[in-house]
């Protein structure tokens, strides 16, 4: 059975509920800075509660906060559900147009790898976007911390659970590109599964692709602006803006790489010939005695040598410099879920 196809669709309608700004205000007591949870060029996340059955928002002054932030580790009071909402920037109209992309067509978006779009509010210059939240942030606060490194089956799991997300992006009746897949957009839930963040942001006129905000819905698949991080761009990408969801498969490429070492895909820090992982890494990948030089201590004695070998070739299949030789995502998942039946 084809999961990256069965477990997703696009529904005929979509089901978003629409928000006063009122209400938003009171989930997230006026949009606090105790309740901001994240901010980007385009505006600020905040994190709000509401009712999981009707979604209209709880009271957030019956919140117990400690001033300024929130305390690590501290239970928190809110009255029912927790949900991201995303306030805009005013005044933008390119962050109009990408906002009213996301609300047509991403709250018809729905498979188990998305963050699931639950409403929008557009009062005046006011434009917001509420999402489900994500409990557990990033897996990029995981992959790269030394300590209490995440499993090497977890890892796996969750590269699965992209791919199928990209898959099912890939092949469905409408078919998205995702215009900036790394590390830090796939979002992990109460359970450590993950879920890709549908959240970058562009939007080129013909170009159909999951932005910041949403997806777009466009036909052709040729940009003349470069969106996305530079480490994790597709040389194609990168450099003339053409994009396919072969740029897509790069990516992924980047970030199964990241997985495997635990090294940032740029990263400053390091010595001047492995600061980009990718230029460094790569010639090492099929070099059983190198590979093991660079596979995350973290996962030693987990990652067996047969499934980092396996996981090596997926990796140096995806980073093929010829868009035409990488392989399908759904072809990926399929990889993959083969290193998982390793068991040696």
């Known amino acids: 059975m084809d999961k990256s196809r069965t477990d997703g669709k696009i529904l005929e309608i979509s089901d978003l509920r629409v928000f006063s700004f009122a209400e938003l205000k009171a989930a997230t007591r006026n949009f606090s800075l105790d309740t901001m949870v994240g901010e980007g060029e385009y ?81 005046e210059n006011d434009l917001l976007l509420v999402y489900e939240f994500m409990p557990r942030g990033s897996l990029e606060n995981y992959i790269f911390r030394r300590t209490e490194p995440l499993s090497w089956d977890s890892r ?112 400053r820090c390091r010595p001047i010939e492995q600061q980009n992982l990718v230029e460094w890494a790569k010639p090492l990948l099929s070099h059983e005695t190198k590979l093991k030089t660079i596979i995350d201590p973290g996962i030693e004695g987990q990652c067996s040598l047969k499934a980092a070998l396996q996981t090596a070739q997926i990796i140096l299949k995806c980073l093929k410099l010829d868009p035409k030789s990488r392989p399908s995502m759904k072809e990926v998942v399929e990889a993959l879920e083969h290193v998982q039946e390793i068991k040696e």
Request: glycine letters at 8%; a positive charge; hydrophobic letters at 45%.
């Open 43 to 123: 505006g600020r996340v905040f994190k709000g509660w509401v009712y999981e059955k009707t979604l209209a928002p709880s009271k957030a002054a019956t919140w117990n906060f400690r001033p300024n932030r929130f305390v690590v580790g501290e239970p928190e009071v809110g009255i029912g559900s927790p949900v991201a909402i995303k306030k805009l920037n005013p005044g933008s109209a390119k962050g109009f147009q990408d906002w009213q992309s996301v609300v047509n067509f991403l709250g018809k978006l729905s498979h188990p790898s998305l963050v699931k779009l639950l409403g929008y509010c557009w009062e």
């Open 156 to 267: 796996l799991k969750i590269a699965i659970g992209a791919a199928r997300g990209l898959a099912f992006l890939h092949t469905s009746e409408v078919q998205i590109i995702y215009r900036d897949f790394k590390t830090s957009n796939i979002l992990l839930d109460e359970v450590c599964s993950f879920l890709t963040q549908p959240l970058i942001i562009t939007q080129e006129s013909q170009i159909l692709a999951v932005a910041e905000l949403g997806p777009i819905f466009v036909e052709s698949h040729v940009s003349t602006r470069v969106v996305g991080t530079y480490a994790y761009a597709a040389p194609e990408y990168f450099g003339t803006g053409h994009v396919t969801t072969k740029s897509n498969v790069y990516c992924f490429g980047v970030v199964l790489l990241e997985i495997l070492t635990g090294f940032r895909a740029l990263d």
